[in-house]
């Protein structure tokens, strides 16, 4: 089952010239589905571009 979500991006890291890392949380302070090491998540901007991304932190922390 997919899940939509409306997060906020709240910090970004440039990591290299070509990897950036962007934090996203959720805009009121709720906690993020569960997720398991290899774990991806599409993204939609507000031009309608869609972007896969792998998740990087620590399952546990489940506030970003």
């Known amino acids: 089952v997919r899940e939509t979500l409306t997060l906020t991006v709240s910090s970004v890291t440039r990591l290299t ?8 949380v959720d805009p009121e ?9 290899g774990a991806h998540v599409d993204v939609f901007t507000n031009t309608g571009r ?15």
């Open 50 to 64: 869609r972007r896969s991304y792998s998740l990087t932190n620590d399952p546990d922390e489940r506030h970003r």
């Open 17 to 24: 010239d070509t990897i950036s890392r962007f934090e996203l």
């Open 29 to 37: 302070g709720g906690e993020l589905a569960p997720f398991t090491a």
